[in-house]
């Protein structure tokens, strides 16, 4: 039961869902339960071929240019999905990070897509980036999925070195040349033979992620995993 101050303050700013803006019992939920029932989990799909393996290694993207093993999306990037993104990106909302690496982990629990991981590390800012927004939101993301997961998190495993522009508007060949050697690998880690799970928001054309994995492929890392909220 909630404290007296608790109620008075749902009394003045009623709890609202986050997508609709319907009125809600339970902040907790975020969503009320029409918008709820709209998140629905994309199936164990690699997110480049389509395919449902269960493997580390898909088979078929290992002859695209994608250096990472494997990567799966748990929603697609529908209006409630966007939104809850939005929130987490730009309005620094902890509670909507939290909703969404507990959507994120019981997609692991349900499709176990990555057999193997070791550590969980997050795609960085520039430091320039992230000190004007005051938090990175797929760290925000990677670190409780680790904390679920009783994983270490090292959101200091790679460096953005270069300052890049957005990459919303973008193309896919500007994409691959803004990233171009965009992120440095920490020496201080030893990542020989460990399988490392990269967290991201959203997976677009994949250019940012591949950039960090080529990184990380240079420093004799294992298999790398990719999970992101959405595909868009």
Wanted: proline fraction near 4%.
């Amino acid at each position: 039961m909630k404290n007296p101050l608790g109620l008075l303050v749902d009394l003045v700013f009623p709890p609202v869902c986050l997508s609709c803006g319907t009125r809600i019992t339970d902040q907790r939920y975020l969503l009320c339960p029409e918008c709820s029932r709209e998140l629905e989990f994309r199936d164990n799909q690699c997110l480049i071929c389509g395919s449902t393996t269960q493997n580390n290694h898909c088979q078929i993207c290992q002859q695209t240019p994608f250096i990472f093993n494997k990567a799966v999306s748990i929603y697609d990037f529908n209006r409630i999905v966007r939104k809850l993104l939005h929130e987490l990106k730009y309005n620094e909302l902890s509670i909507t990070a939290k909703f969404l690496a507990d959507r994120a982990l019981q997609y692991i629990q349900t499709y176990d897509p990555f057999p193997a991981i070791d550590w969980i590390t997050c795609v960085p800012l520039h430091r320039v980036k992230e000190r004007s927004r005051g938090y990175n939101q797929s760290g925000y993301l990677a670190r409780f999925i680790a904390k679920a997961l009783d994983l270490k998190y090292l959101p200091d495993l790679t460096r953005r070195v270069k300052f890049t522009e957005t990459q919303t508007r973008l193309s896919r060949e500007q994409r691959l040349v803004n990233v171009q050697n965009a992120f440095r690998m920490n020496r201080k880690y030893n990542i020989t033979s460990k399988n490392i799970l990269l967290v991201d928001d959203v997976f677009t054309t994949g250019a940012t992620l591949n950039s960090i994995s080529k990184c990380l492929k240079n420093n004799q890392v294992g298999n790398i995993y990719v999970l992101t909220i959405a595909r868009a």
